[in-house]
């Protein structure tokens, strides 16, 4: 332990339960020195040497190995259940640190192929103008922004001991983990042959995230974890995260516009509105978007001589979520205001 805590030796974590799984993977299994582990109800520190370690030469040099861990020398540190709770937060604590892995992965990986469409040309065009290349990688840029916000959010609510925590770690390294692979496939495609090319370090990343998301089994099964976290209670040992500066509270406007946007809809949508309503733009209804124009709620982003309430980006997205809360398509509202943006931008 000693050469963990001053760096000159490496410790890993054993994911599951060494008396259930003893053969696992592991990462950073590839250079461990020391693996810290749940081993009934001990916690165990176990030995490695070089000669147990089970890497096999890949491509992606990615640090993970498999490890025999009930065959190796093992010494308890110690028993019982709060030595194990809080080994049980520690393993949520590297999801967490996974997520956030795997989300500057996939940033790196969009980054990687944004640079290279801005230098490769087909058909006397940069790549890049097309939006066959452009759009995905914009949307993946997007979901990548979305899943670092996430998994701060999750370390702000697990500060202040919101309830959704627990649930959050797991959904949180789920999308980072399906954005990552996601990411790295069109990062690879947007190289095209070149990125089947070991000359290029977008097959790093492309490797790499479908590996760094496997180790802890399919990402799939998180979302299992996630719903048995909500709605059959199953507890969770949360980490220490400590104090937290980041504030994701929208503020007292976006709370009184979302309350004001709520009542408008619980006055307004009556049982055959309610039937029309749809996600799609058959959702539509031009009579129920006059009404919402005239209480200057359609477009609060607008000024107020444009019909707005110069609502701010945070009020905007608590509004946003009131729609979604009602069913209430914002199809065509999104594309007006999109438009609505540019005229008062720009003329």
């Known amino acids: 332990l000693a050469g963990v805590v001053d760096g000159s030796a490496v410790a890993s974590l054993a994911l599951r339960d060494v008396v259930d799984h003893s053969l696992q993977w592991l990462p950073g299994g590839a250079q461990a020195d020391l693996v810290l582990a749940r081993r009934g109800e001990d916690i165990v520190a176990i030995a490695v040497s070089e000669i147990d370690r089970k890497a096999e030469d890949n491509l992606a040099a990615n640090g993970i190995g498999e490890l025999d861990l009930g065959k190796l020398p093992a010494t308890v540190l110690a028993s019982g259940q709060q030595a194990v709770e809080t080994f049980a937060s520690g393993l949520e604590e590297w999801k967490l640190l996974t997520a956030l892995a795997l989300n500057g992965l996939a940033r790196e990986a969009v980054r990687l192929a944004a640079a290279y469409a801005c230098e490769r040309q087909a058909f006397g065009q940069f790549i890049g103008t097309f939006q066959a290349i ?115 509270d929208l503020g007292e406007e976006a709370e009184s516009l979302a309350r004001e946007t709520d009542a408008f809809f619980q006055k307004t949508l009556t049982p055959e509105l309610k039937a029309h309503a749809h996600y799609s733009w058959d959702g539509h209804h031009p009579e129920v978007h006059r009404k919402l124009a005239e209480a200057r709620l359609l477009f609060p982003e607008l000024p107020p001589e444009k019909g707005g309430r110069a609502a701010s980006p945070y009020a905007s997205h608590a509004v946003a979520s009131v729609w979604e809360e009602h069913g209430w398509t914002g199809h065509a509202k999104g594309t007006t205001m999109m438009v609505a943006a540019m005229i008062d931008k720009f003329g």
């Open 134 to 248: 452009s759009h995905p990688l914009a949307n993946f840029q997007v979901e990548v922004e979305g899943g670092k916000h996430f998994a701060w959010k999750v370390i702000h609510e697990i500060s202040v001991g919101d309830e959704s925590a627990a649930a959050n770690v797991s959904l949180a390294l789920w999308w980072n983990a399906q954005t990552a692979v996601r990411a790295g496939i069109q990062g690879l495609r947007t190289f095209g042959g070149y990125g089947l090319t070991t000359e290029y370090d977008i097959h790093l990343y492309n490797l790499r995230a479908k590996a760094w998301g496997l180790i802890l089994g399919d990402p799939a099964r998180l979302l299992e974890e996630a719903g048995r976290r909500i709605y059959a209670g199953e507890a969770a040992a949360l980490p220490d995260v400590g104090p937290v500066s980041i504030d994701f």
